[in-house]
């Protein structure tokens, strides 16, 4: 069986904690536009999988932002909580929601094919296009 790491963080105003566990320290970024006009840029996440348990749930806000997938965020101060599949109950982390800011490593980008030309990352990393994480999933 794998290891596990445990983190915990917490909204902005500490209305909403997370404990998460994850199987490596490893941040994925997502360039799509869903994404980018949540955020005001790329979402850096971390994936938790299920094993996701917050505190201060009655806090927490859901937009249902596709058929298959939903966003939370704290109803006080707007911090965005997680990206969230719905049929599999895996969660998608934002990583500056964790206390711990200085063990995580960029390792992959998906829906590069929407990125704009504006920013980019230094670090080499999978890169995946949009239809290429549709095609993963189906």
């Not at 105003?13 to 005001?40: L, P, Y």
């Not at 969230?84 to 960029?106: C, T, V």
């Amino acid at each position: 069986m794998a290891s596990r790491t445990e983190h915990r963080g917490s909204c902005l105003c500490g209305a909403v904690s997370v404990k998460a566990a994850t199987k490596n320290n490893n941040i994925g970024v997502c360039h799509c536009a869903m994404c980018r006009k949540w955020g005001g840029g790329p979402l850096l996440a971390v994936e938790c999988g299920t094993e996701v348990e917050f505190t201060g749930v009655e806090q927490i806000t859901t937009f249902n932002s596709s058929e298959w997938a939903e966003r939370g965020f704290c109803q006080h101060c707007g911090t965005h909580l997680f990206y969230r599949l719905k049929k599999e109950g895996h969660y998608a982390i934002p990583a500056g929601l964790f206390d711990n800011a200085d063990h995580w490593k960029l390792t992959e980008q998906i829906f590069i094919d929407q990125k704009p030309a504006f920013y980019s990352f230094a670090e080499e990393t999978k890169m995946l296009t949009g239809q290429q994480v549709f095609d993963q999933y189906s």
